[in-house]
């Protein structure tokens, strides 16, 4: 393994998640979602962000630190913010929810697969794709947001 395929490897896989909140509930939605994030074995946040947009669709990242109400320590907000969520990352959240809606973007990093990767090269093997296969709720909400968006 090249040096610069194993610095990849090194913070890889890495999955961004984007949920909605209704922008008045997006404080009690990013605290939710940290808790959970937070506790879940083989899971580390590389990133995190919240996405908003105007009424003629420009988007704008937000760092947690900066969200008005939301508490906790300002450090530790500000240090979840990395910079890996990028402007173009950002474009396309903001595709997805509207002025009255606000997106939570979590860039994690899936530990696990990480370490099952490394015990298949050890037998030369190689992990060939991660595939996201959605929910039944991740297709319906799916299929009624293109419904609301017609």
Not at 61 to 82: K, M, R, W
Not at 109 to 124: F, M, N, R
């Amino acid at each position: 393994m090249s040096a610069a395929h194993a610095e990849d490897m090194a913070l890889g896989p890495l999955e961004l998640i984007v949920l909605s909140f209704p922008a008045p509930r997006l404080n009690d939605g990013v605290i939710a979602t940290l808790d959970r994030l937070g506790s879940a074995p083989g899971v580390r946040v590389v990133d995190v962000l919240v996405v908003r947009t105007d009424a003629v669709g420009g988007a704008c990242g937000v760092e947690l630190n900066e969200l008005p109400g939301l508490g906790g320590d300002p450090v530790a907000l500000a240090s979840l913010a990395t910079g890996l969520i990028t402007d173009t990352d950002i474009d396309e959240v903001g595709a997805l929810v509207d002025h009255e809606t606000d997106a939570l973007a979590v860039l994690v990093q899936h530990l696990w697969v990480s370490d099952l990767a490394e015990e298949v090269s050890s037998t030369d093997g190689t992990l060939l794709a991660l595939l996201h296969i959605p929910s039944v709720q991740e297709v319906r909400a799916n299929a009624l947001a293109g419904i609301a968006g017609t």
